[in-house]
């Protein structure tokens, strides 16, 4: 891939940077900025290299057109705090504010285009339209540094299109993100464990079948259990089941035990009689879940399983929390698979945490970053990286 150094001097040049900015808010109020932080080093270089900074990004799900609940105004505040340094925000994606904002700027200056989102053509599936939109980001800048991973995967104006126009580079962000995952896809270290969990199975369709002929070891918890177990015959009272993945699932295991693919899953699940934070609930066995009770967790035992074969593991993939961690009750497994993962990422491991949700359960249940070797800043990125995939993004940064 085409790094910084390769775009030459920078002074006095308009660098324009697709970031990811995509953080939750609750109102107006960033409640996890480690997206913006994660973006600082690329965006420090090039100030110090003096060059002018135009960073475009997204937020949430606007329909193609503005929409004041998805301006990108308390991101321009929080990254002008964390950089030290006034960070302007265009009213606008590419139009005259757009224009005016650049004009302004003084070497190392900081400004940032308004939520790109608000332009349908970001987005659209016709080529010549986001190719429109990408012409227009290009004539705002001199180069541009594609520093957004969690939106590598997606085939989009500012993403991919801009990049063909201008001398284009991956930023730091990038780099570090494509490196970490290639030491799991490529050649890992074994043994190589895998642990998935999260919602639904059927998002990690893709994933599950490419480690089964990568990994050594999947361990499976959060709520697309209930597939595997069902597909294992057991009942799963009301817990998040989905029936059309069950025959896939049974493909996957059969496949895995050819394969000496070990697949490890719980014995012990946490069941509730609600979703709810104060529900009340016992451990009981896999194989035991009565009719109307739902599984939230893994058990104690499983989780002390999954530790267990995650303890010799030399490379580890993560993405999927346990259970349903944002409630305490149900956040045993994944606190105890997360220690698992630090404490084998101590003995020498390379671990990766991937998935927005297992990321921010790593931060919620208080454990140190440093712990894990990396954590991954995409969700949707990182999975399609783990399933072998060639992403947009990262194609059109290749020399
Ligand atoms: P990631 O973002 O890390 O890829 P996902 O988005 O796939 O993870 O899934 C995260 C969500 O899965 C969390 O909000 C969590 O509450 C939920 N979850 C985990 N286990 C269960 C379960 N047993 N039942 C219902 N939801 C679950
Ligand atoms: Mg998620």
């Known amino acids: 891939m085409k790094t910084i150094d390769s775009l030459g001097d920078l002074r006095g040049k308009r660098v324009l940077v697709r970031s990811d900015f995509n953080v939750p808010l609750d109102g107006t109020t960033i409640t996890d900025d480690g997206r913006i932080r994660a973006a600082l080093p690329t965006l420090t270089r ?215 693919v070990e697949i490890v899953l719980p014995t012990d699940v946490v069941v509730a009689d609600r979703f709810a934070a104060d529900s009340p609930h016992d451990v009981v066995p896999a194989e035991g879940i009565s009719e109307g009770r739902m599984g939230l967790d893994i058990g104690p035992a499983s989780g002390a399983a999954f530790a267990a074969k995650l303890a010799d593991a030399r490379t580890i993939a993560w993405n999927g929390p346990m259970g349903v961690f944002e409630f305490d009750a149900f956040a045993g497994g994944t606190r105890t698979v997360a220690q698992g993962i630090v404490d084998a990422t101590a003995n020498g491991a390379f671990s990766i945490v991937g998935g927005g949700d297992s990321a921010a359960a790593v931060r919620r249940l208080g454990f140190d970053e440093a712990g894990f070797s990396h954590i991954s800043t995409g969700g949707g990125a990182s999975l399609e990286l783990l399933e072998g995939k060639t992403l947009p993004g990262i194609q059109v940064l290749e020399d």
């Not at 940032?112 to 659209?124: G, I, K, M, P, Q």
């Not at 939109?133 to 801009?162: I, M, T």
Request: no cysteine; net charge negative; proline share 3%.
């Open 46 to 260: 090039l100030r110090d290299a003096g060059a002018r900074v135009v960073v475009t990004a997204h937020l949430g799900r606007p329909k193609g057109e503005p929409d004041a609940k998805y301006s990108l105004a308390p991101v321009a505040a929080r990254l002008g705090e964390l950089l030290g340094a006034d960070v302007r925000l265009a009213e606008d994606v590419t139009g005259p504010s757009a224009r005016a904002t650049v004009e302004a700027l003084a070497d190392g200056d900081v400004a940032l285009l308004e939520n790109v989102r608000f332009d349908a053509r970001e987005t659209s599936k016709t080529d010549a339209e986001r190719e429109e939109l990408a012409g227009e980001l290009a004539e705002l800048a001199d180069a541009f540094v594609s520093d957004g991973f969690g939106v590598v995967h997606r085939k989009q104006a500012s993403v991919y299109d801009v990049a063909k126009l201008l001398p284009s580079a991956a930023g730091d962000l990038v780099l570090r993100e494509v490196e970490s995952l290639s030491k799991a896809t490529t050649d890992p270290a074994r043994p190589y464990a895998v642990v998935l969990g999260g919602s639904k199975v059927s998002d990690k369709l893709g994933v599950i079948a490419n480690l089964l002929t990568k990994a050594d070891r999947l361990l499976v918890g959060g709520g697309m259990v209930f597939t595997f177990l069902a597909a294992k015959g057991y009942g799963v009272g009301a817990s998040l089941l989905e029936e059309d993945q069950v025959e896939t699932v049974k493909g996957y295991l059969a496949t895995a035990e050819e394969n000496g």
